[in-house]
T-cell receptor, first 115, second 117 residues
Framework: EAGVVQSPRYKIIEKKQPVAFWCNPI?????LYWYLQNLGQGPELLIR????????DSQLPKDRFSAERLKGVDSTLKIQPAELGDSAVYLC?????????????FGPGTRLTVL | AQTVTQSQPEMSVQEAETVTLSCTYD???????LFWYKQPPSRQMILVIR??????QNATENRFSVNFQKAAKSFSLKISDSQLGDTAMYFC??????????????FGKGTKLSVIP
């Protein structure tokens, strides 16, 4: 079974430029998560999807961040415009559901560097 | 709000020895779950072990075991017979019902473990 796939693995951009990250969850997983991991910190949830619906986006900075999960499978996270403080690793995870017995499986992440 | 504290930013252990990583948490809830995740240098995070708060028996998974002290809100991870492949960041995480049957993970800041040959 293929794991969670993320691309690109690394991205370097100038500040004020747009950037997008892509995530393909494990087949059959209805719940998809985007996490932000700053250097030396644990992951923090940005947004959670149940199929194509964003059900928890309270931590997503909506002035510059947006996300979508068309057709309830792949997901894209976008930042426009990027700021220096956005440099971090962006992790995607998926699970069969969001109940307590559903293990979250993580992708390798996208390391973003904003210059 | 729930918090998870890992007081050891870095630790090292000799190969084949035993090491214990500490974690404390704060919550007013009684029904929750605790996890230890491993994040190797390649950065793909994987689940090591989980513990249900209602279970008194400590969870074990091969060389990994936990010491769960509910009253003290402590959840430490013991790694026995440490191997070079255990070198990684280890995150303690807390899972709580965020409403309507959905659950949200809260992570600690992590402990960087180095296994020395």
């Amino acid at each position: 079974e293929a794991g969670v796939v993320q691309s690109p693995r690394y991205k370097i951009i100038e500040k004020k430029q747009p950037v997008a990250f892509w995530c393909n969850p494990i087949s059959g997983h209805n719940t998809l998560y985007w996490y932000l991991q700053n250097l030396g910190q644990g992951p923090e949830l940005l947004i959670r999807y149940e199929n194509e619906e964003a059900v928890d986006d309270s931590q997503l900075p909506k002035d510059r961040f947006s996300a979508e999960r068309l057709k309830g499978v792949d997901s894209t996270l976008k930042i426009q415009p990027a700021e220096l403080g956005d440099s971090a690793v962006y992790l995607c995870a998926s699970s069969r559901g969001s109940g307590r017995n559903n293990e979250q499986f993580f992708g390798p992440g996208t390391r973003l560097t904003v210059l | 709000a729930q918090t998870v504290t890992q007081s050891q930013p870095e630790m090292s252990v000799q190969e084949a020895e035993t090491v214990t990583l500490s974690c404390t948490y704060d919550t007013s809830e009684s029904n929750y779950y605790l996890f230890w995740y491993k994040q190797p240098p390649s950065r793909q995070m994987i689940l090591v072990i989980r513990q249900e708060a209602y279970k008194q028996q400590n969870a074990t998974e091969n060389r990994f075991s936990v010491n769960f002290q509910k009253a003290a809100k402590s959840f430490s991870l013991k790694i026995s017979d440490s191997q070079l492949g255990d070198t990684a960041m280890y995150f303690c995480a807390f899972l709580l019902d965020s409403g309507a049957g959905s659950y949200q993970l809260t992570f600690g800041k992590g402990t960087k473990l180095s296994v020395i040959p």
